[in-house]
C-alpha cells in the first residue's frame, strides 16, 4: 500500500473546496442553502479521535514487543493493516469533507450579517479543523506502523506495513 500523499489530500481538498463554493453560490441563487450541520465537526472529530487512540495503542504495544517485555501483547499484522487502510479511507474523506465545508464556509462568510449564515460558517470552520484533525492522526497512524527500513527492497525508505 502506498503511503499518503499531502499533495493528493491537498488536491482533492481545492478540487472539493471550490465546487462547493461554486455550487452554493449557484445553489443560493436559486433558492435557500441547505444548513451546515451541527453534527459535521462532531463527527469528524470523533473519527481523529479513533484514530490517534489507535496509533497511541499501536505504537504502545510495538514498543513493548521491541524491548521483549514480559507479557508483551504482539500487534497482529493484519490489525494494524486494516488500522492503515482505515486512516487511508479516513484521510481521503477528511480532505473531501474538508473541502465541501471550506468552499461553504468561504461562501457563508459574504453572509456574516445573518446570525443562522453565521452559525453554520462557524460549524464550517469546526467541520474543517475537525477535518485537518482526521488527516493528522491517520498519517501519525501510517508513521506508527511502518515497517523497519529494508536496504535492499525500498532503496533504504521505510515502508507501510500494508
Not at 115 to 133: E, M, S
Not at 134 to 158: K, T, Y
Request: a positive charge.
Amino acid at each position: 500500500m502506498k503511503q499518503l500523499r499531502i499533495r493528493v489530500l491537498a488536491g482533492v481538498f481545492v478540487a472539493a473546496g471550490v465546487l462547493s463554493w461554486a455550487g452554493a453560490r449557484l445553489w443560493n441563487s436559486l433558492g435557500t442553502l441547505p444548513g451546515v450541520p451541527l453534527a459535521a465537526p462532531i463527527v469528524l472529530a470523533l473519527i481523529a479521535v479513533v484514530l490517534f487512540a489507535t496509533a497511541l495503542s499501536l505504537r504502545g504495544r510495538f514498543k513493548a514487543q521491541r524491548e521483549r517485555r514480559p507479557g508483551a501483547k504482539g500487534v497482529d499484522p493484519m490489525m494494524a493493516a486494516r488500522a492503515v487502510v482505515f486512516g487511508h479511507a479516513s484521510a481521503l474523506v477528511a480532505a473531501l469533507v474538508c473541502g465541501i465545508y471550506g468552499g461553504t464556509g468561504v461562501f457563508l462568510l459574504e453572509l456574516l450579517d445573518l446570525p443562522p449564515r453565521r452559525d453554520q460558517a462557524v460549524y464550517a470552520g469546526f467541520a474543517v479543523l475537525a477535518g485537518i484533525a482526521v488527516i493528522a492522526a491517520a498519517i501519525f497512524l501510517e508513521r506508527v506502523c511502518r515497517l523497519p527500513e529494508d536496504d535492499d527492497e525500498n532503496n533504504g525508505r521505510p515502508h507501510p506495513v500494508a
